[in-house]
């Protein structure tokens, strides 16, 4: 997969520092390293052609999480769109941090007369399903002492990584403020714009005390 992803394109990607990093005890006064970072790339393989893959990430946001959201194409035809009311795409979420699981948001018939849909979640958590388990680093200590190299990268994995990143890296792109506790820059709309939204994890959308944007 490494291998079919082109090097980044410096367009592509917006790079973000939060405001009072500059504050923080060793860094340097006109420091311009990244808190934050929000990118689109392809993976030019007959599986994934013309899927776009967005990817943001960053300190000092409103959450910490780690997920993945897979947006499905709405149909050619909607059937149940009725007065200007259009069903959200179903998504498959992967959740790989707390609360690991799997969420599929598909819509449902409202029931009665009328053509409309309501989001209706279909989820698994991890922890329910399969019990206790030991945390990422146990596993990867215990892997180290057995000699099991299944969950560390290999060489190649390493060095087509860097192949990707490494254009951006030795001519970086301006760094844009932003604000502790929102989602970054606002410049990174423009990666996603026409083609997608930025997701809320799910981890911040159930907190009570979360004010969506």
């Not at 500059?22 to 311009?32: H, I, N, R």
């Not at 709309?189 to 083609?195: D, K, S």
Request: aromatic share 10%.
């Amino acid at each position: 997969m490494l291998k079919a992803i082109s090097p980044i394109d410096p367009n592509q990607l917006v790079r973000g520092q939060y405001v009072g990093y500059l504050d923080e005890p060793g860094v340097a006064p006109k420091s311009q390293t990244e808190t934050y970072g929000a990118l689109r790339v392809d993976i030019e393989s007959w599986r994934w052609a013309g899927v776009p893959w967005f990817v943001r990430f960053g300190k000092a946001l409103p959450c910490t999480a780690l997920e993945a959201v897979v947006t499905f194409h709405s149909p050619p035809r909607m059937l149940f769109e009725e007065d200007g009311h259009r069903p959200h795409p179903n998504e498959l979420v992967f959740r790989l941090s707390s609360n690991d699981g799997v969420t599929l948001k598909v819509q449902a018939k409202q029931p009665g007369e009328r053509m409309t849909t309501h989001p209706v979640d279909l989820d698994v958590s991890f922890g329910t399903a399969l019990g206790a388990r030991q945390d990422a680093y146990e596993r990867l200590i215990g892997d180290a002492l057995d000699g099991n190299p299944t969950r560390f990268a290999r060489q190649d994995a390493v060095e087509q990584a860097w192949r990707i990143v490494d254009g951006v890296l030795a001519t970086p792109t301006p760094v844009h403020p932003y604000f502790r506790e929102t989602w970054g820059p606002s410049e990174a709309e423009r990666l996603v714009q026409g083609e997608a939204v930025w997701q809320v994890p799910e981890a911040a959308s159930a907190d009570p005390s979360y004010a969506a944007p």
